[in-house]
């Protein structure tokens, strides 16, 4: 595969992660409302379903999904378009992608907040290190 188009592999991972716990999501959010009987006209917005349920490490986690890694899909799709692709992005894209579902597992699971947070930071510290050369690059050439 064109090292262009490798770039992309790594987003293409990403989303499934985020097809990951938009799966959980759903399932803890059926069996909540199914256990609890929980109408779901009651979950008509974001109060009324904070208020009402229990179970929302999922639900806050796929929120989590459209905030940082917004700007790793954007990075990914800026590398590929100006053929700026090198090892060295492409292993960071997949170390990225590594400690996102590092992170994702933590938050799901025991949800040990320092564990989660240490990926956390770990990710977005090689996500600016991508944009760092991604733009010494761009502004090189």
């Known amino acids: ?18 097809a990951g716990v938009w799966l959980r999501m759903y399932s803890d959010r059926l069996t909540e409302i199914r256990e609890r009987r ?4 009651k979950l008509a917005n974001t109060r009324q379903a904070g208020e009402l349920l229990q179970n ?10 459209f905030e940082m ?8 799709g800026y590398i590929s378009f100006t053929g700026l692709t090198t090892v060295v992005l492409l292993a960071c894209a997949w170390g990225y ?6 992170h994702a597992y933590i938050h799901l699971t025991s949800n040990n907040v320092i564990r989660r ?3 956390y930071v770990a990710s977005t510290i090689v996500l600016f290190v991508m944009w760092g050369v991604f733009a010494v690059r761009l502004f090189a050439n």
């Open 38 to 41: 929980i109408h779901p006209q």
């Open 69 to 76: 890694p917004v700007l790793f899909y954007a990075l990914c």
């Open 97 to 102: 992608v590594v400690l996102r579902a590092l």
């Open 56 to 65: 929302t490490q999922a639900s806050d986690h796929l929120k989590n999904l």
């Open 117 to 119: 947070f240490q990926a």
């Open 1 to 18: 595969m064109a090292p262009d188009r490798a770039i992309l592999l790594p987003a293409v991972a990403m989303v499934l992660v985020t």
